[in-house]
Structures are given as structure tokens and as C-alpha cells.
């Protein structure tokens, strides 16, 4: 069972912003440590695309934005292109372990 | 540019040993920025943190699996692997390996490998 909740699924039309969140607790997010997201293409391996709450890897399009605030935490993509619908997962630090998300599927309509 | 490629195994019988080997290359396994690590995904299922190894030796592991799990490193050959033990058909699993990146407190996964999936039957 995750300790990092976020929403099974979002949905949007091409060029809207959607934005996926991605709750802790004050053991994990609350607790200072950084929130990380990865974008999963079902039958690949997760790909790194935020990092440290609101940083992109080279290569990753500035439509990915990341935010943090108190508990919680924040996947913002702008102008959604349909090469955006897959899964997505944050994670963070608990207790001794690295935790992620539930998991998101993005669906652009 | 680093890579990693895990390999094992696909299948595993269940109280046998799992056992997965992943070999780094574009890198050394010894710079002293990074840990090396495993992560699972249950079929349809989200991502599970396994382990993590330092080249130096020092792991850290999930709580969950520490009982039946060893994650050793091998610098000569540039591959870390992992063993778990007594496994059932809750083993089931993608396995990935990973470079974990940064520094406290924030530690991220930056390089993966393609997984390999490994199942569990007689």
C-alpha cells in the first residue's frame, strides 16, 4: 500500500493543462523530502521527468512542470499532445525507503 | 551515456531462490555520487522499491522483502544483483534496475533498465 496517493486517472483535450497531485503525509512530503516524477509507457521503463520538486532532466519539454507545497505535491502538463497519454508516478522518501505513487493515467481526449 | 540491462532468469520456481544480475556500462559502478538499485512492478500494478547497494558495500533495504533479500556489488565487473529468497507467485514481477541519484533529501532514479519480467510457477 503506497503512502503517496494520487488520482487513478485525468483526462484532457489536446493543448489543455491538466495536472496530476500527488498526496503524503508529514512523514515523507511534509517532512522536507523531495518530490520526484516519472512518465511510464506501459511495457518500458519509467522515464525521470521531474526531479527535486520542479527540475527537468535535459530532454524533457518545459510543458512538465512540477510544484510542492506543504503535503503534497504537483505533475503540471500544458498543452497536451496526445504522446502524453500513459502512466505517471511520483516518489518521495518515508521512514527509511523510497516510496511512489499510486499511479496516473493520463487520457488526452 | 549510462545503461543498464538486467538479466536472470525468467522464470523461478516458488521457495526457490530469484536471483538477477545488472550490468552497468557508459559508467563506473564505483563513483561514489550514486547507489544502485532494484525496483519491482506487479503486473498491472505501480512501482515497489526493492533495495539499494553502494559500491562500497552499503545497502539499504525495503522492510518489507529484508528478510529473504540480498543485493551485493561486484566493481570488477561493473554489476550489482539482487537475491530473493523463498519466493511465491506474489513475487511475480517486472524488475528493474536503477542509478539513484542526488543527495538528501532528495534521492531520484535517473537511469533504468529495460526490466525483465520474472515468474513465479512450477
Known amino acids: 500500500q503506497s503512502v503517496l496517493t494520487q488520482p487513478p486517472s485525468v483526462s484532457g483535450a489536446p493543448g489543455q493543462r491538466v495536472t496530476i497531485s500527488c498526496t503524503g503525509s508529514?512523514?515523507?512530503?511534509?517532512?522536507?523530502?523531495?518530490v520526484h516524477w516519472y512518465q511510464q509507457v506501459p511495457g518500458t521503463a519509467p522515464k525521470l521527468l521531474i526531479y527535486?520538486?520542479?527540475n527537468r532532466p535535459s530532454g524533457v519539454p518545459d510543458r512538465f512542470s512540477g510544484s510542492k507545497s506543504g503535503t503534497s505535491a504537483s505533475l503540471a502538463i500544458t498543452g497536451l499532445q496526445a504522446e502524453d497519454e500513459t502512466d505517471y508516478y511520483c516518489q518521495s522518501y518515508d521512514s527509511s525507503l523510497e516510496v511512489f505513487g499510486t499511479g496516473t493515467k493520463v487520457t488526452v481526449l | 551515456q549510462v545503461q543498464l540491462q538486467e538479466s536472470g532468469p525468467g522464470l523461478v520456481k516458488p521457495s526457490q531462490t530469484l536471483s538477477l544480475t545488472c550490468t552497468v556500462s557508459?559508467?563506473?559502478?564505483?563513483?561514489?555520487?550514486?547507489?544502485w538499485s532494484w525496483i519491482r512492478q506487479h503486473p498491472g500494478k505501480g512501482l515497489e522499491w526493492i533495495g539499494n547497494i553502494h559500491y562500497s558495500g552499503t545497502s539499504f533495504y525495503n522492510p518489507s522483502l529484508k528478510s529473504r533479500l540480498t543485493i551485493s556489488v561486484d566493481t570488477s565487473k561493473n554489476q550489482f544483483s539482487l537475491k530473493l529468497s523463498s519466493v511465491t507467485a506474489a513475487d511475480t514481477a517486472v524488475y528493474y534496475c536503477?542509478?539513484?541519484?542526488?543527495?538528501?533529501?532528495?534521492?531520484?532514479?535517473?537511469?533504468w533498465g529495460q526490466g525483465t519480467l520474472v515468474t513465479v510457477s512450477s
Open positions: 527535486a520538486n520542479r
Open positions: 536503477a542509478r539513484k541519484s542526488g543527495s538528501y533529501p532528495s534521492y531520484y532514479f535517473d537511469y
Open positions: 508529514s512523514s515523507n512530503i511534509g517532512a522536507g523530502y523531495d
Open positions: 557508459g559508467g563506473s559502478i564505483s563513483s561514489g555520487y550514486y547507489y
